[in-house]
């Protein structure tokens, strides 16, 4: 007998083909159930810094309001470490079923494919986005008896007394360190650099005169630069802060180009059902246009995206060219990875 080359095209072919429809309809179908019944069970966000930060906050006040439109509770989970890579890897680890998101920012899913040699996990391939929530701007300031009164000042000063000079940050290569880095680079001098467990620490350094500069996000430095303590000299981002809308950004200042700021979004892990993502970005939307949330948001410096940049196709299309924009600058600042 002679065997056909090719497979033969008759009742077996026609059986197979619907086996594969079938399939996919059930596998379909279970999706669909799954997301409808969807969440059947508490919620764990992962937020992976401790509690108190700007992450911790926002991530609390969005999935807070997200559990009473869910109708079940979202309990957050603060796992530290690594600057944020244990919670994040525990996040890409977990099982693809909704039921374990993770409160990601500028660092853990852009700045720290750059900061490490060897990632634990990748924000593109290992995530699959919710939902872009806010951006923070960060603002340059100074112990208040720095004889300098802005920017330019500052860079003269600078110039002249580098080698006597500290700058402080949340951690070697994290969004308020790279946001000082910047100005020193573009200014062309060297300043020691101290970090610190958290702006705070930071902060009171610099009230103690121990510390020369500082680079927090507005909210957290606000407070004391309203009571005299610190002053600010320039706001990092494009545009100005509607919580200090009378100071002056880097670039209307001279100096063009300095990326200052933390935005903070929701992550699933990648293989999360669509519909599954979608309930999630619908709830954390609506989150987000509540009002209250709204106002609270303002309150700590926190600004809302537009509707328009808030959605998971938005944010996919984000991760890499926050990654491609971070790995310039973190190159440019000379930040070894580690």
């Given at each position: 007998m002679i065997e056909h080359p090719l497979p033969v095209r008759g009742p077996s072919m026609s059986l197979h083909r619907r086996l594969i429809v079938m399939t996919l309809l059930l596998v379909g179908s279970v999706q669909s159930a799954a997301a409808q019944e969807f969440p059947s069970r508490y919620i764990?966000?992962?937020?992976?810094?401790g509690p108190g930060n700007s992450v911790d906050i926002v991530g609390r006040l969005i999935t807070t309001r997200m559990s009473e439109l869910l109708g079940?509770?979202?309990v957050v989970e603060n796992i530290g470490g690594a600057g944020g890579a244990v919670g994040t890897t525990r996040a890409a680890r977990a099982a693809p079923d909704g039921y374990t998101i993770v409160v990601g920012g500028t660092d853990t899913f852009a700045q720290n494919q750059t900061l490490n040699e060897k990632p634990t996990y990748h924000p593109v391939t290992d995530f699959a986005p919710i939902v872009l929530a806010v951006v923070q701007p960060i603002v340059l300031v100074a112990r208040k008896d720095l004889p300098v009164a802005n920017l330019r000042d500052l860079v003269a000063y600078m110039k002249i007394n580098q080698?006597?000079?500290q700058f402080g940050s949340s951690g070697i290569g994290g969004a308020t360190h790279l946001a000082c880095a910047q100005i020193m680079t573009a200014a062309g001098v060297t300043l020691a650099h101290v970090p610190y467990r958290s702006a705070a620490a930071g902060i009171q350094d610099m009230i103690s005169g121990n510390l020369d500069l500082y680079c927090p996000v507005v909210a957290g430095a606000l407070p004391n630069i309203e009571a005299g303590s610190i002053k600010a000299l320039a706001i990092l981002t494009n545009e100005r802060s509607e919580l200090m809308p009378q100071m002056a950004t880097?670039?209307?200042?001279?100096?063009?180009?300095?990326?200052g700021y933390y935005w903070?979004?929701?992550?699933?892990?990648?293989?999360t059902p669509e519909p599954v993502v979608a309930r999630l970005y619908t709830t954390a939307n609506?989150?987000?246009?509540?009002?209250?949330?709204?106002?609270r948001m303002k309150e700590i410096g926190a600004a809302i995206m537009p509707p328009e940049q808030r959605t998971p196709a938005y944010l996919k299309t984000?991760?890499?060219?926050e990654i491609a924009k971070w790995a310039t600058i973190i190159k440019a600042s000379g930040v070894a990875p580690k």
């Open positions: 764990t966000a992962i937020v992976p810094f079940q509770q979202i080698g006597k000079m880097a670039g209307e200042q001279g100096m063009p180009g300095i990326q903070i979004g929701l992550f699933a892990p990648t293989g609506e989150a987000l246009n509540t009002p209250a949330i709204q106002s984000f991760i890499p060219d």
